[in-house]
């Protein structure tokens, strides 16, 4: 089964996250498909913008546990997770996300990089990092003090605080809270509307309203590097241990 799948709709490139069966979980051949993707829409100038989407209730859980205790235990981790947050950071056309339910790690910081995400009432943004014995990771200790202030921000990153999706709206964490029928209808309908406008000025605005590029770069290296480290320790090993356990009770 493909677990992302990619196709255009209008001027939209749409990057669907599907696999239902474990909430979303990301592996490696994931955040290829998708770094994949990211790079060949902004090469195709008929794409004016990606959309990132889940299924129903599960926008996505974060990576794989199973891929995360696999490098804990001293095997290979593989370079995809960071081709991805480069392509993501470095993606040169807007971005826009439709979550709906679970959005956990990388489900919650991936749309930290978007520039409209809507999301549905049952969503709930929750980055546990601390509790896995992890680090927050896509930049996101430095894009989510600048977006929500620092000490929202403490408590998403630093405290594992679930957001609902009007507190996340209210913070300037999110652009709209649209109910579940309506998210994909809203979401291409933003991206109809971003196709309509003239792509050099679109394009020049959002260059000068990210954060600085190489400051970002620099952070996801930096956060990559104490990342590496902690998912060797023995903090986050128990936490893995402590899910896989879980569901085998
Ligand atoms: N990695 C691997 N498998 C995951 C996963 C993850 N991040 N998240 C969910 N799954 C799997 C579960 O193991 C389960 O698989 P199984 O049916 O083969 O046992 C399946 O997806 C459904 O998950 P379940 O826990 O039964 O669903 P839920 O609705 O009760 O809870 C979550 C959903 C996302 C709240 C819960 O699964 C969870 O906390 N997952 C871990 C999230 C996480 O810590 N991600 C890493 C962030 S850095």
């Known amino acids: 089964m493909t677990h992302v799948l990619v196709e255009r709709r209008g001027a939209a490139q749409l990057i669907r996250m599907n696999r239902p069966d474990k909430k979303n979980a990301l592996t490696r051949p994931m955040y290829a498909a998708m770094s994949e993707a990211l790079l060949a829409g902004d090469a195709d100038p008929a794409v004016r913008c990606h959309v990132f989407l889940g299924v129903p209730g599960a926008f ?35 971005m826009v996300s439709g979550v709906d339910g679970i959005a956990v790690g990388i489900g919650t910081t991936l749309n930290l990089h978007c520039d409209l995400t809507f999301a549905t009432p049952r969503t709930e943004f929750r980055t546990p990092f601390v509790d ?31 957001i609902p999706a009007e507190r996340a709206m209210a913070m300037g964490m999110i652009y709209q809270v649209v109910d579940e029928a309506n998210l994909e209808a809203a979401v291409f309908s933003a991206a109809e509307r971003i ?41 986050a090993r128990a936490a893995f241990l402590a899910f896989m356990a879980r569901k085998k009770g």
């Open 132 to 162: 896995l014995g992890l680090v927050p990771e896509a930049g996101s200790s430095l894009l989510a003090p600048l977006l929500i202030g620092r000490q929202q921000a403490f408590a998403l990153l630093g405290l594992g605080e679930g």
């Open 195 to 235: 196709a309509t406008k003239p792509a050099g000025a679109l394009r020049a605005t959002r260059d000068l309203m990210r954060a600085p590029r190489e400051e970002l770069f620099q952070r996801i290296r930096e956060e990559g590097a104490v990342f590496a480290e902690r998912l060797k320790s023995e903090e």
């Open 60 to 94: 996505c859980a974060g990576n794989d546990l199973a891929d995360f205790l696999a490098v804990a235990q001293g095997h290979e981790g593989g370079l995809e997770v960071w081709s991805f947050l480069e392509a993501l950071a470095g993606a040169r056309k807007p």
